[in-house]
Structure formats: structure tokens, C-alpha cells
């Protein structure tokens, strides 16, 4: 059985930093592209950063130059490091890794920035 937990959110002021990890279990083999989604109240779920098990990255507008995308490929692993957070960047954060045409999802993990 695949798992996918996520841990690091949490309540936050605005300006500040969290890092959130997600960790694999469960599997005997290497993810292609993890990422991380995002759904707030009243809207849909999102991509915020995706990156390929080759390293490359890709970013939502909103979160350029804030927010770094990285994985441990050895550890089945990926973060999401997020700097000079704002208000809109509340919402519930989603792990989510893709092996082939088979996509898995956390549970999420609450984000929430104060004003």
C-alpha cells in the first residue's frame, strides 16, 4: 500500500517561512514527478511546484521566487520550501507523485498565513 504523509504546515505570520516534506512508504520503486498542490476555500485544487525525477522544476506564477521545490530520489521524498509567505497562500497543501499514468495524493497538511 502506497503512502504519501505529509508534515510541516502549520500557522504562520505573513512574511514568514515554513518547509513541508513528504514522505513515501510502501513502495518499491522511484516516483517520476512529485509535486505539490494547493486548494483554499471555495476554489479548486491547484499545482504550486512540480519537479521531474531529473530535477527539473516547475512553479505556479504566484509562488516564483518564494517558494523551492526539491526531492531526495533515494528517500522517495519531496519539499516544498516557502518563503515570504502571504495571506493567499492559505489553503491546504497536497503531496502528490506520479509512477507512469498512476498518480497518489497525501492527506494534506494545513497552511495557514496571517496577516
Known amino acids: 500500500q502506497v503512502q504519501l504523509v505529509e508534515s510541516g504546515g502549520g500557522l504562520v505570520q505573513a512574511g514568514g517561512s515554513l518547509r513541508l516534506s513528504c514522505a513515501a512508504s510502501?513502495?518499491?520503486?522511484?516516483?517520476?514527478?512529485m509535486g505539490w498542490y494547493r486548494q483554499a476555500p471555495g476554489k479548486q485544487r491547484g499545482l504550486v511546484a512540480a519537479?521531474?525525477?531529473?530535477?527539473?522544476?516547475n512553479y505556479a506564477d504566484s509562488v516564483k521566487g518564494r517558494f523551492t521545490i526539491s526531492r531526495d530520489n533515494a528517500k522517495n521524498t519531496v519539499y516544498l520550501q516557502m518563503n515570504s509567505l502571504k495571506p493567499e497562500d492559505t489553503a491546504v497543501y497536497y503531496c502528490?507523485?506520479?509512477?507512469?499514468?498512476?498518480?497518489?495524493w497525501g492527506q494534506g497538511t494545513q497552511v495557514t498565513v496571517s496577516s
Open positions: 502528490n507523485a506520479y509512477f507512469g499514468v498512476q498518480a497518489y
Open positions: 510502501g513502495i518499491g520503486f522511484r516516483f517520476d514527478t
Open positions: 519537479i521531474t525525477r531529473g530535477g527539473t522544476t
